[in-house]
């Protein structure tokens, strides 16, 4: 029997507090994920009964519902029916998103950016791949104008990866998207990677700015995005009302220009710098062992939904060094333990359901 989506939705929003207690809904691969007011109003039982629901976890912010590969087919009806689910009605409810520790508040804010930009992700990565099959054995020209473009698309994803993340995080911290988005323009300008043969730093009026571009990173969007969205709250309280549709935006990009080339920027460069320099030391001294802790740790994270908070350390070390001998091992390594789990559990199954009725 098909499912019927809206009702569904419907039986799901009732049973999580009704509207009026989310504060935010998105979702991954396979859950709707809600921000919630309150955790108390949410009728536990009744989301278990439900057998369209395959699983449901409490998080720090609010809670997860395992829906499966049609979770997209959840979450549109109750987008179309309550936009404000996509981005925060007020600062009260802003505040309220980042409750519990910080590890969680962290880990919640990864997997909320970095998740809507994965399935861009893989798209390129399989494009990339469909790339190097035509040119090896499908006798595609690596000289001519078709590997260019598909070369283009392939990559794309990731070179602009600071764009997607600009955006993603523009819907986290409840700011402008098309002033994030441009900000994030900013960072793989041709400009700043041609001024890159000037030096590693020029001047914008005597401040110094670093430049070589941002292509295929992740931190610098994330904390320019971060800072963006307080500075958008203090311009408002002092631009006046009625000039507010010019000026709050000329006055938040005169803001924020001086800051995202000299500040945040190049500190998130520095920032993940610095984790890849750490991230190569650990695999130097014992890489056998990352692998090994982060195998036995990604089973308790994707539990709980955070495995996508990972995920922005691949993407780095694919933009630093070209591959990942850490991460993705460590995720298919655990993967594969658990088809093997599934493959014995299937394989007892019918002994013991025979066993039960003799």
């Given at each position: 029997m098909a499912k019927d989506y809206n009702a569904l939705a419907c039986e799901i929003l009732k049973n999580v507090g009704g509207d009026g207690n989310v504060a935010k809904l998105f979702h991954c691969a396979t859950r709707l994920r809600f921000t919630l007011n309150d955790s108390k109003q949410v009728d536990f039982e009744q989301l278990k009964k439900n057998p369209h629901i395959l699983g449901v976890v409490e998080d720090a912010a609010g809670i997860q519902l395992v829906i499966g590969n049609d979770v997209t087919q959840v979450y549109q009806p109750l987008l179309d029916q309550y936009p404000h689910f996509a981005g925060h009605e007020n600062a009260k409810q802003q505040s309220e998103s980042y409750s519990g520790n910080p590890i969680s508040r962290l880990l919640n804010m990864l997997s909320a950016i970095v998740g809507p930009v994965i399935p861009l992700i893989m798209c390129s990565g399989l494009i990339?791949?469909?790339?190097?099959?035509?040119?090896?054995?499908?006798?595609?020209?690596a000289e001519g104008s078709t590997y260019a473009l598909l070369n283009m698309v392939g990559t794309g994803?990731?070179?602009?990866?600071?764009?997607?993340?600009?955006?993603?995080?523009?819907?986290?911290?409840?700011?402008?998207?098309?002033?994030?988005?441009?900000?994030?323009?900013?960072?793989?300008?041709?400009?700043?990677?041609?001024?890159?043969?000037?030096?590693?730093?020029?001047?914008?009026?005597?401040?110094?700015?670093?430049?070589?571009?941002?292509?295929?990173?992740?931190?610098?969007?994330?904390?320019?995005?971060?800072?963006?969205?307080?500075?958008?709250?203090?311009?408002?309280?002092?631009?006046?009302?009625?000039?507010?549709?010019?000026?709050?935006?000329?006055?938040?990009?005169?803001?924020?220009?001086?800051i995202t080339l000299c500040v945040t920027a190049p500190l998130g460069g520095y920032a993940g710098t610095l984790l890849m320099d750490a991230i190569a030391a650990i695999n130097a001294v014992a890489p056998w062992a990352s692998v090994l802790i982060v195998?036995?740790?990604?089973?308790?994270?994707?539990?709980?939904?955070?495995?996508?908070?990972?995920?922005?350390?691949?993407?780095?070390?694919?933009?630093?060094?070209?591959?990942?001998?850490m991460l993705f091992p460590a995720f298919i390594g655990m993967n594969f333990s658990q088809f093997g789990v599934a493959i014995l559990i299937s394989m007892s199954l019918p002994r013991q359901i025979v066993c039960t009725a003799t």
């Open positions: 990339s791949a469909l790339l190097v099959i035509l040119t090896r054995w499908g006798g595609l020209d994803a990731l070179y602009f990866l600071p764009l997607l993340i600009a955006y993603t995080s523009s819907k986290r911290f409840g700011c402008d998207p098309m002033m994030s988005l441009f900000l994030g323009a900013l960072l793989v300008a041709p400009t700043l990677i041609d001024l890159a043969g000037k030096g590693e730093f020029v001047d914008l009026f005597g401040l110094p700015v670093k430049t070589g571009g941002y292509a295929s990173s992740l931190i610098p969007a994330i904390i320019t995005i971060w800072v963006l969205s307080h500075i958008e709250r203090l311009v408002a309280r002092i631009v006046p009302e009625a000039v507010r549709f010019v000026f709050r935006p000329l006055v938040s990009l005169m803001i924020m220009v001086p195998g036995c740790l990604t089973p308790a994270l994707v539990l709980t939904g955070m495995h996508l908070a990972i995920i922005p350390l691949v993407m780095m070390l694919f933009s630093t060094v070209d591959y990942d001998n």
